[in-house]
């Protein structure tokens, strides 16, 4: 302190009066502009698209560190040291649900104690995960989540493929940057009510795509159960393969192509974060296709629109309207 007081005194000696006038005005501007309001607010998600919705709201007052790569598995997935070094600077983790977390969100919190964790499925009630197609569930219908409860870790965590639960994720991140820094709550409301005209719209699209499907066409069959919310907001069920990262044995793969043939069913949707050999395998049994969905994709609003274009030209049989100017098709 006492070197910066003489350095400010040598100034003055050396400028006179208007000089140290001149200088009194640059530590006064320094001093509005302060760490608090100037300083971006370091934050960090579990996947690709929650990034997307802080960003949305937080603007140029966030830094928004990604956990799990598009390209990657959240289920295996293992942060590099690169990534901790990184995550020990976040004041906030919103997190998701995804099984990624289940095993590094207790050593996020210990590598860094003082980032507070949100949960932004918090308004949100969570549906069990969808057996898969092989197996038969004649009710579906979602249970009230405790963490306490054994089967918790079966809780659907794919609440960003429904447009109407993001608007209550976008709730809670936007509650929770308002009280990390409450200086730009202006700026966070302005975020969230330009992203709730998006997800709006976005809703709007999906639902004028997919809304004249046949109702025996609603059902789609799918590698991965990531569906179950956007299928009970629009009027369709998923049909998934594997679940929980297990894929079926020799038994329930005979009964997914069975239940297949006798719907009907021609595509199979897989993701490209997981193995595509199952999949294939049931294509080829039941004389169908695999198109590709993702729902990973950093570009939220772009991402839904393909998943909706791709599952409107399927079950509509390719005759669909274009929801993005570009379909998930296989090349």
């Given amino acids: 302190m006492n070197r910066h007081r003489f350095s400010l005194w040598s100034i003055t000696c050396r400028l006179g009066r208007p000089g140290f006038a001149a200088t009194g005005a640059i530590l006064a501007a320094a001093l509005l502009a302060s760490p608090v309001q100037a300083a971006t607010l370091p934050v960090a998600v579990s996947i690709?698209?929650?990034?997307?919705?802080?960003?949305a709201i937080?603007?140029?007052?966030?830094?928004?560190?990604v956990m799990v790569p598009a390209n990657a598995e959240p289920v295996t997935y293992e942060?590099?040291?690169r990534q901790m070094a990184a995550l020990s600077k976040a004041e906030l983790y919103f997190s998701v649900g995804v099984p990624f977390e289940k095993g590094w969100l207790p050593?996020?919190?210990a590598s860094n104690p003082d980032m507070a964790v949100i949960d932004t499925t918090a308004r949100i009630q969570r549906r069990a995960m969808t057996p898969h197609a092989g197996h038969d569930h004649g009710d579906d219908h979602a249970e009230p989540d405790h963490d306490d409860a054994p089967e918790a870790s079966a809780r659907d965590p794919h609440v960003w493929l429904s447009p109407p639960l993001v608007r209550l994720q976008a709730e809670t991140i936007r509650d929770a940057l308002i009280e990390a820094n409450p200086q730009q709550a202006a700026a966070f409301h302005r975020g969230f009510r330009q992203l709730a005209e998006e997800i709006n719209d976005i809703d709007g699209a999906i639902l004028?795509?997919?809304t004249d499907i046949d109702p025996g066409a609603r059902r789609f069959l799918v590698f991965h159960p990531a569906f179950g919310y956007f299928g009970a907001s629009y009027g369709l069920e998923q049909m998934p393969i594997e679940v929980e990262g297990k894929e079926p044995g020799p038994r329930e793969l005979a009964g997914i192509i069975e239940r297949a043939r006798e719907l009907?069913?021609?595509v199979i949707f897989i993701e490209p974060q997981f193995a595509q050999g199952a999949a294939r395998t049931i294509a080829r049994e039941i004389g169908g296709e695999v198109l590709t969905l993702d729902p990973l994709a950093r570009d939220w609003p772009a991402g839904m629109r393909a998943i909706a274009t791709t599952l409107a030209e399927a079950l509509h049989g390719d005759t669909a309207s274009d929801v993005t100017g570009h379909n998930g098709h296989e090349h």
């Fill in 79 to 81: 942060p590099t040291p």
């Fill in 48 to 55: 690709p698209p929650q990034a997307y919705l802080v960003e």
């Fill in 107 to 109: 050593r996020f919190r």
């Fill in 264 to 266: 009907g069913i021609r």
């Fill in 58 to 65: 937080g603007g140029d007052h966030v830094e928004v560190q």
């Fill in 208 to 210: 004028d795509a997919l």
